[in-house]
C-alpha cells in the first residue's frame, strides 16, 4: 500500500513538473510580447541579464557564464555596443582585455521593460482573477518560491 502511494506521489509530481515548465514558458513568451523588447535575440537578452546581475565582466567570463564561443560572444557584445545599451573600459589590471558594463540607457531601458512585464501582470490579474482566486495564487508564490531557493 505504501508503495502505491509513493509512486502516485511520485507520478504526480511528474506531472505537475511538465505542466509548469510548460505554463512558465508560455508565460515567457506572452510578457515578452507584452514588453516590446526590441530586436535583441535571447542571446543578447541574455548577456544583459548577466551584465545586470553579476556587474562588470569581460567578453570571455561572459562567454564562459554563457557556454558560447568568446568570437559568438564578441558578436552579441558589438550588437549591444552599437545599440548604446553596453560599453567598455580597459581592464586596469590588463591592458588587453576590455571589462564591459551596462550603460545608463540600458538600465533605463531595463527599468522600462520591466515596467512593461508588470503592468501586462497588473492589467491580466486584475481582469480575470477574483479576490479569493488573486489570495490563492498570493499563496502559490511562496510555494513557487520555495522551488528556487538553494
Not at 22 to 41: A, N, W
Amino acid at each position: 500500500m505504501r508503495s502505491t502511494s509513493a509512486d502516485s506521489s511520485a507520478a504526480r509530481a511528474q506531472e505537475v513538473a511538465a505542466e509548469l515548465r510548460v505554463l512558465i514558458g508560455h508565460l515567457k513568451r506572452r510578457l515578452r510580447e507584452e514588453s516590446h523588447p526590441g530586436e535583441f535575440t535571447g542571446s543578447q537578452m541574455s548577456a544583459l541579464a548577466r551584465l545586470e546581475r553579476e556587474g562588470p565582466a569581460t567578453v570571455t567570463t561572459l562567454a564562459r557564464a554563457e557556454g558560447v564561443r568568446p568570437q559568438s560572444m564578441g558578436a552579441t557584445i558589438a550588437t549591444l555596443e552599437a545599440a548604446g545599451l553596453v560599453a567598455g573600459l580597459p581592464d586596469p589590471k590588463d591592458g588587453r582585455q576590455t571589462i564591459l558594463s551596462l550603460t545608463a540607457a540600458c538600465r533605463q531601458w531595463i527599468q522600462a521593460h520591466r515596467a512593461a512585464h508588470e503592468d501586462w501582470l497588473y492589467r491580466t490579474l486584475r481582469a480575470r482573477l477574483g479576490p479569493a482566486e488573486l489570495d490563492e495564487l498570493a499563496r502559490a508564490l511562496s510555494l513557487l518560491q520555495r522551488l528556487v531557493e538553494p
